[in-house]
């Protein structure tokens, strides 16, 4: 009965807006690392405020940008799966207020129930995206890669309100999404603004048109 009260008492927005046991609040400039590929992974993560990338480093020194992640979102889960060393690097993008939960804390809340219940909501919504951008990447041109990149850091097709203005980001790290060159994507952004389906005067604003690209053939 005490466990049940308990848990109906626990909010897990609260949990995660507030600084705890086994929880802390960094606050991080523009283009800072928050761990490195390889280094030991002994926490959770959750974006309070800000945008990250994913990215991770072959052997070769090539680099591919796995995800653009917002507020709201968690990273560094890996770690609840028995990974001792990170298998990315998460770098921000803009200026960030991140929560770290360590790994201990994170397993013990995780057994109040509506705290369950969000962050399964969260693995399913991720596993859902990793599939899309694995059939994005077998079966979709690099145009059209390039264009459902933007569309989803405009943020259509997720809940809320899209947001046109996307936040900075260079040519480099979108062709490190779509797996292309540098060159290809300048070209298709070209041609995007040409027709109309963006606006870019030091922002990218991207319009709802630019679907046209994803649906079509």
């Given at each position: 009965m005490k466990a ?184 298709f952004l070209n ?7 963006i606006d870019y ?17």
């Open positions: 049940a009260t308990r848990s109906q008492r626990f909010d897990p927005k609260s949990f995660l807006a507030h600084v705890g046991e086994g929880r802390t609040i960094a606050t991080y400039g523009e283009n800072q690392t928050i761990f490195a590929q390889e280094e030991p992974a002994d926490a959770v993560f959750f974006i309070q405020k800000g945008k990250v990338k994913v990215t991770v480093l072959s052997v070769g020194g090539k680099e591919a940008v796995l995800a653009i992640l917002d507020a709201g979102e968690f990273f560094g889960e890996g770690c609840l799966n028995g990974h001792p060393l990170r298998m990315a690097t998460v770098v921000t993008m803009t200026e960030c207020s991140i929560m770290r939960v360590e790994k201990s804390a994170m397993i013990e809340v995780l057994r109040e129930s509506k705290f369950s219940e969000l962050f399964i909501l969260h693995l399913l919504h991720r596993n859902t995206r990793v599939e899309e951008d694995l059939i994005d990447h077998l079966f979709n041109s690099s145009e059209k890669r390039l264009a459902r990149a933007l569309l989803l850091l405009a943020n259509f097709g997720k809940e809320g309100e899209p947001v046109p203005v996307i936040a900075p980001i260079t040519q480099e790290t979108l062709a490190e999404m779509v797996g292309t060159t540098r060159s290809r994507v300048s070209s041609k995007f603004r040409r027709l109309g389906f005067n030091g922002h990218m604003r991207v319009h709802s048109s630019l679907l046209n690209v994803v649906l079509h053939d």
